[in-house]
């Protein structure tokens, strides 16, 4: 999602504005621009698409100077053009903006009034006409800035140039993140740290509300209630090196093969070493305490909340309530008095599940992150972090973090049951020691790749692909669905096998692929009687399967992928691996760009 760099420094900045710009390419967007102050005022260059086309805009015509601000925008208001492009200008201001504000019509009929006159169909450049408004009415720049923000109604973070000569940057967040780095004689304005990184590793995070002066040597700090306030400066925890593909030809591929290790990582954290025992550090006197969970997130890690959902159930006998986050905090939710609440998410950074955090917070529940990003919003927020050691994502689609979400989600429901006393210290370290296996297990089915390679070109001449399983493997069956559907843009659509009679199975024709997920278990008998009523229809039927499963599916299957022996929790977290790769063997068939998918954002940072 939308992307802010700024720096203000004494040499030029306009290849590092570029370059910052690159390291928040991952967070998917669909047109890019800078704006810099160069002694004849405040000049932009902007393009629609990747940052390429705005570095060819800025090869045939050069910009620099030594203040400036830069963006990557995913379009909300307006057509990803480059007029709609940010930075925004109006008179001696520029802006660029992260979110979405929401009274942006009748601000802009307000300002028509008084003669001002748009340039593009977005929210944002009403920003950048508030101020150059309190400007022309003789206020300073800061207080034409400050007056600009305080009419301002929904999320944003936003960077501004104000005064044709001015070396100064001015930010304010309200619901979208921003930090400011401290460099040696500059200092930057970044959407995340990752952005900042190659120019400093010491930020401070703006918080709600918080504006911000930012000058080649200084920064000034106003909370929002407009009084001077010091913030932490800290060292992110971030490395410099923009992560790269190795051999691999794509992040997707390359994230998708690092599991067996971002497992291992991931599961060593949770496992007390003398004891053997799951270890939940500040989570675990909220999950013995609880009566009741309630899960929430978006996306894909939605769907590792509804994988949880099965094996809390199961394994502690406590009640789990499952929210998609912008569902939850806009339907007046009725909360347990004593329940723990828990926020997965892979950035931290999500709008929806951030509020939803936020609202548990002030009904007085404990709440609990899932996180890969360990300085985010959501981490700096919640009272206790589990943290999923998947390290950086690139890939807009979710592969890694999924799994790891899964890894410390089974880690979470086995420590929960054995310090409410529902599993004894032998069945946990059972347990324990089959999600030991988990990296090698994970390999394994890694060697499935030839097949699903093999299988990609069936699905991608398909007009519409079913993904089904039962039980585990219902979550497992919309994530599998979900991730084709993103990098590849084909109808697929995930069900609980046992729901395809009361509807979906209409759909079914000669040849229509169904992906069926169903390892040996308790359900495996009734998902294949489902197979059975598909193929009897007509349809392609690709299992995914164990050995011992393979043998009820030979009859009437097309393909058959063979996955290891999977015991205790681990079936979730394998049979990921397959369906991670059909939708990226496919997304290749057909030559999607499927680490930046179209219309998609990695950080969804507004609602
Ligand atoms: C976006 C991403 C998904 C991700 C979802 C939730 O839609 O494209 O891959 O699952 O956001 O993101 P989070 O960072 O909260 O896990």
New binding site residues.
């Given amino acids: 999602m939308c992307g802010i760099v700024g720096i203000v420094s004494d040499r030029p900045v306009s290849a590092r504005l570029v370059e910052g710009l690159i390291r928040l390419e991952y967070r998917?967007y669909d047109s890019a621009g800078i704006a810099v102050v160069n002694g004849q005022g405040i000049v932009r260059r902007r393009a629609p698409g990747k940052i390429v086309n705005l570095q060819s805009e800025l090869n045939s015509a050069p910009i620099d100077g030594t203040c400036g601000i830069a963006h990557t925008r995913w379009a909300t208001h307006g057509r990803p053009n480059k007029e709609n492009a940010h930075p925004h200008q109006f008179g001696s201001v520029a802006i660029v903006h992260n979110g979405i504000i929401e009274n942006f019509k009748p601000l802009r009929e307000e300002l028509a009034k008084c003669g001002h006159v748009f340039a593009t169909q977005t929210d944002s450049e009403v920003i950048a006409h508030l101020i150059q408004y309190h400007l022309d009415k003789g206020l300073s720049e800061e207080a034409a800035f400050l007056a600009a923000v305080e009419r301002l109604e929904g999320a944003y973070a936003v960077a501004a140039l104000v005064g044709d000569s001015n070396q100064t940057l001015f930010a304010a967040r309200h619901g979208s993140p921003l930090v400011v780095g401290f460099g040696d004689g500059e200092m930057f304005i970044g959407s995340d740290a990752f952005a900042l990184a190659p120019f400093t590793k010491r930020v401070l995070y703006l918080e709600e509300g918080d504006s911000a002066v930012v000058k080649i040597n200084d920064v000034c700090v106003r909370d929002k209630a407009g009084a001077l306030v010091t913030r932490e400066v800290m060292t992110a925890n971030i490395s410099a090196v923009m992560a790269d593909k190795g051999n691999y030809r794509h992040f997707m591929e390359k994230e998708i093969h690092e599991q067996p290790e971002a497992l291992a990582r991931t599961l060593a954290a949770y496992v007390d070493s003398d004891t053997n025992l799951p270890m939940l550090g500040d989570a675990a006197p909220f999950l013995k305490s609880a009566d009741r969970l309630v899960a929430i997130?978006?996306?894909?890690?939605?769907?590792s909340a509804s994988v949880a959902k099965y094996w809390f159930e199961a394994l502690c006998g406590l009640h789990v309530e499952t929210d998609i986050?912008s569902e939850f905090r806009y339907r007046t939710p009725a909360l347990p008095d004593h329940g723990a609440a828990l926020f997965?998410?892979?950035?931290?950074?999500?709008a929806d599940?951030l509020a939803a955090m936020r609202y548990c917070k002030r009904a007085g529940m404990d709440t609990i992150g899932v996180l890969?990003?360990p300085e985010s919003s959501?981490a700096r927020e919640t009272s206790a972090v589990l943290r999923t050691l998947a390290g950086p994502e690139i890939g807009?689609?979710?592969t890694k973090?999924?799994t790891a979400?899964l890894a410390v989600l089974a880690m979470c429901a086995l420590g929960t049951a054995h310090i409410r006393g529902r599993l004894s210290e032998d069945e946990v370290k059972a347990h324990i020691s089959a999600l030991n296996a988990l990296p090698k297990l994970v390999q394994q089915a890694l060697q499935t790749k030839d097949q699903c390679e093999a299988i990609a070109p069936t699905l991608a001449r398909a007009k519409q692909i079913f993904f089904i399983g039962r039980g585990v493997y219902y979550p497992l069956a919309l994530e599998g669905a979900?991730k084709l559907k993103?990098v590849t843009y084909l109808p697929a659509e995930g069900y609980a096998a046992g729901e395809l009679k009361h509807g979906p199975i209409a759909l079914i024709e000669e040849g229509t692929p169904v992906v069926v997920i169903a390892p040996t278990d308790v359900l495996m008998e009734k998902t294949i009687s489902n197979v059975e009523e598909m193929a009897a229809r007509g349809a392609n039927v690709i299992a995914i399967t164990d050995a011992a499963g393979a043998e009820h599916f030979t009859d009437r299957t097309e393909n058959i992928i063979i996955l290891p022996d999977m015991t205790g929790l681990t079936g979730p977290i394998v049979t990921a691996i397959p369906l991670q790769l059909l939708a990226y063997y496919t997304a290749l068939t057909l030559g999607t760009n499927m680490d930046q998918?179209r219309n998609?954002?990695?950080?969804?940072t507004v609602e």
């Fill in positions: 998917g997130a978006c996306g894909t890690a939605f769907l986050a997965i998410s892979q950035s931290g950074e999500t599940t890969n990003a959501i807009v689609a979710s973090a999924f979400q979900l993103e998918p998609l954002a990695k950080s969804v």
